[in-house]
């Protein structure tokens, strides 16, 4: 009897197992009239837009800290999630965000990620179609994924008396957000933060938040980059707290004046202020190191509402940001109670420098910079758009060694971090507003004159104006203090409608210190900088040599698909020769492929059409464009780049008497700074070495030095003469002894002897007939065809041995850019 109670008993719990883990199956009303059909709603009950910044209680915590990482008044909700996947709206959970609703056959997924990478529907690659009929704003209903979040998070007692908001850094989808049970906000736009007030919302302890993420929405039309399609909350998700009286917003600019000597220092800052007990100051600190340069207090208005001070100072013979020396002041901004106590403290870097545009160069501190650039996606091969601290540091160190000094942000803006990491380490970013609407059409590629397409574009519609300001308006309000921007981008790929001209006028109302670029308006008003892509080389000398009204900086171009960018070297002779043209971005940096396995365990990197996309719209392997491979390994192209990119000139005056000229086209950097060595080889053996005493060459300046070379006594052999520049100590991310430049001449007019001429063709008989050539020996003929050169037949007596004659036949290998 009791045998049978514990089998019966064993046997209702596999069941119950069973029936525990057994996918729920949803259905919701159709989504009549939604929010993501609608161009004119992007947004429900979302904050405005400020600058990125991190709260802390003290001073010292503010300048220790560069995230929120270890403030008081921060919680991450990154970890594990509950999570539901629908293959369309109709399948979704609809009222999952109810606090009573039962989530226990729930799968669980990690935040933040792309639920595609994680085995949830299918990650498509294409480049310019849409994964959908276009139609905007519509969006196919069938076909339309939902991912459904939620969990559970504390909050502090501490916060008790504080406005605690939700921020979400990026979240790739139409996103709705509910907290304990309450609708709290809706966003579209995956590449700018949307945060939200949830303080009526919440209660001390426990909570609950719910989000609800669409694949695809009327947002979609204007985010159609050359990139994997993936979905979810792929960026950092937290909350935090802050006083009544707060650290609202504010405006950096370190301007340079006087030649490009003196700093000006101006500080627009918010705080929002309430009539109640609390902060009383404002105080501002700038710092050259640990060395306080300024100080200074106002008192605050202690009326409800936003309260706006001014604060300047001028600083004379300031260390100036560039990057190649990129030095940066500590800027700490406090808020100070009646007895002196802090309440709120934060700080950011900030960089003397000067961005403008001056008889049609772009110049940086006075100086006509050259851009040595790349474009940069954001892709891991392990995690898809989720990119680590760790990841941009590889990425940032791989460019600084091979003499990278700018990254356009194709085609939308990075996270925080990347930012922060371009201050430090000297960078000049492109930031770019998250609009591309390739697949209804772009300028430059036929667009411009077609009138029907233009009727239904995005671009040129009003109803979806609003939208492309938004987008433009967050990209600036949250970056506009980083100091390695020093252009904003429109967007790419996207037409040119009125809607990119009121963003254009938009940012230039409230930014003079950074130009505008937009690729789509070279023909029109509404940019800065030419910045065209894949422009020839003859069409870039024409543009130089026609009465340029801009500067030409290639927003793409050296296209580094498969074995590329071999004619990097062409493209830089023109541009070193004109003033006009400055540089350029390379199309790109890193391939796009996602680690995976076949079935039988070897791995490889999957491009469009792997993972279950074969049978959808996919451009294959065109995702596989950079010049490093998904681990960031090196392509044989990257080498070229480097070559061609470095900084440092060497020019052979007289190689034999070792006479070369060395010249130094850094804009801010003596060589100085580097060791110079020389290596002399003959028939390929190392035959002398030589270290070259320091040398002192100013930018845009040259020397011609004499190296100690023996003499060349061998008339048959090959001499070379290599020339290295290494860094003499670690600077940024380059180590030291690093190879930053070289350069190598031929010192010998080699050539080989010619061949002798052989006495074992004596007794050939050789004639002629019609276009015949036939040559007999002693038991053979051989005939040659006289106007291909090709040998038609072999004749031993028995006839020819031949069943066609041999031809030459010349090919190579295609290549992807072929």
Request: proline fraction near 5%; aromatic fraction near 12%; glycine fraction near 6%.
């Amino acid at each position: 009897m009791y045998r049978s109670i514990i089998l019966l008993t064993i046997a209702m719990l596999l069941i119950s197992c069973e029936m525990q883990v057994e996918k729920p199956v949803y259905t919701a009303e159709k989504w009549e009239n939604p929010e993501w059909e609608n161009p004119e709603i992007f947004e429900i009950n979302r904050e405005e837009p400020t600058a990125s910044f991190y709260r802390y209680g003290n001073e010292t915590d503010a300048l220790d800290n560069e995230s929120w990482e270890n403030s008081p008044f921060y919680e991450s909700l990154n970890g594990v999630w509950h999570f539901y996947y629908a293959e369309n709206p109709q399948k979704r959970p609809a009222d999952f965000y109810k606090n009573d609703f039962d989530l226990t056959a729930w799968d669980t997924l990690k935040v933040p990620s792309n639920w595609e990478i994680e085995g949830y529907g299918i990650p498509f690659y294409t480049n310019v179609t849409y994964m959908f009929p276009p139609n905007p704003p519509y969006i196919p209903h069938e076909d339309n994924p939902v991912g459904s979040y939620k969990r559970e998070f504390d909050i502090p007692e501490i916060w008790n008396d504080k406005t605690v908001y939700l921020h979400f850094e990026g979240v790739s989808g139409a996103m709705y957000i509910w907290i304990n049970g309450e609708m709290a906000g809706y966003n579209e736009g995956s590449k700018t933060p949307a945060e939200y007030d949830i303080s009526k919302y919440i209660k001390p302890g426990k909570n609950s938040i719910a989000v609800q993420v669409l694949r695809w929405s009327d947002a979609s039309y204007l985010e159609d980059q050359d990139f994997w399609r993936l979905s979810g909350i792929d960026r950092d998700v937290y909350v935090y707290a802050t006083n009544k009286t707060t650290i609202k917003d504010f405006r950096v600019i370190a301007d340079l004046e006087n030649d490009y000597k003196d700093g000006l220092f101006n500080l627009q800052l918010e705080v929002n202020t309430v009539s109640e007990n609390g902060p009383t100051t404002a105080e501002v600190k700038l710092l050259d190191g640990n060395k306080e340069i300024y100080v200074h207090s106002k008192k605050l208005d202690k009326t409800d509402g936003i309260f706006q001070l001014m604060f300047e100072e001028k600083f004379p013979n300031v260390k100036t940001w560039n990057a190649e020396t990129p030095n940066l002041h500590t800027l700490l901004i406090s808020l100070k109670n009646e007895d002196a106590s802090i309440s709120e403290a934060t700080s950011v870097k900030v960089g003397f420098r000067k961005v403008e545009i001056k008889n049609n160069q772009f110049l940086i501190n006075g100086k006509a910079v050259l851009l040595k650039g790349a474009n940069l996606h954001d892709h891991d091969d392990q995690t898809g758009h989720v990119v680590t601290e760790e990841l941009t540091l590889k990425d940032l160190t791989v460019m600084k060694q091979n003499n990278l000094n700018a990254i356009r942000c194709s085609h939308y803006p990075k996270n925080p971090h990347f930012y922060r990491m371009c201050d430090k380490f000297g960078f000049y970013v492109i930031d770019e507003a998250n609009i591309e609407i390739h697949g209804m059409g772009a300028t430059n590629q036929g667009l411009d004159n077609n009138l029907e397409a233009i009727k239904v574009h995005p671009a040129y519609l009003p109803q979806w104006k609003a939208m492309h300001l938004d987008r433009t308006i967050r990209m600036f309000e949250r970056d506009k203090n980083y100091t390695s921007i020093i252009t904003w981008s429109l967007g790419n790929e996207a037409g040119n409608g009125d809607n990119f001209v009121a963003t254009y006028n938009w940012l230039k109302a409230h930014d003079a210190t950074r130009p505008v670029q937009y690729e789509g308006a070279t023909q029109y008003e509404n940019t800065d900088i030419q910045a065209p892509m894949y422009m020839r080389i003859p069409d870039m000398i024409k543009y130089a040599e026609n009465d340029p009204k801009r500067p030409l900086i290639q927003c793409e171009y050296a296209h580094a698909m498969g074995n590329s960018v071999g004619n990097l070297q062409e493209y830089w002779d023109v541009i070193e020769k004109y003033d006009v043209l400055q540089g350029g971005f390379i199309w790109d940096w890193v391939d796009q492929g996602i680690a995976t396995k076949t079935e039988d365990g070897r791995e490889y990197w999957a491009y469009g059409g792997d993972l279950g996309g074969m049978d959808y719209q996919n451009d294959e392997n065109f995702c596989l464009n950079g010049v490093v491979n998904p681990d960031r390994s090196a392509h044989p192209s990257l080498y070229e780049v480097k070559k061609v990119y470095q900084n440092i000139k060497f020019e052979s005056k007289n190689g034999r008497n070792g006479e070369v000229e060395i010249k130094n086209i850094y804009d801010f950097t003596n060589l100085n700074k580097f060791d110079f060595s020389w290596k002399l080889s003959k028939d390929g053996e190392e035959m002398a070495y030589g270290e070259i005493p320091a040398l002192d060459i100013a930018p845009y300046e040259s020397k011609t030095i004499k190296l100690d070379l023996p003499e060349l006594k061998d008339a048959k052999a090959e001499y070379y003469l290599n020339i290295y520049a290494k860094t003499k100590t670690k600077n940024n991310l380059v180590p030291k002894d690093h190879l930053i430049a070289y350069e190598q001449f031929q010192l010998s007019d080699y050539t080989p002897e010619s061949f002798s001429k052989s006495d074992s063709g004596d007794g050939l008989e050789i004639n002629t007939n019609d276009n015949m050539v036939i040559i007999k020996g002693e038991g053979f003929e051989v005939k040659f065809d006289a106007d291909k050169g090709s040998l038609t037949s072999i004749d031993y007596g028995n006839g020819n041995l031949l069943l066609k004659g041999i031809e030459a036949n010349f090919w190579r290998a295609t290549i992807d850019n072929d």
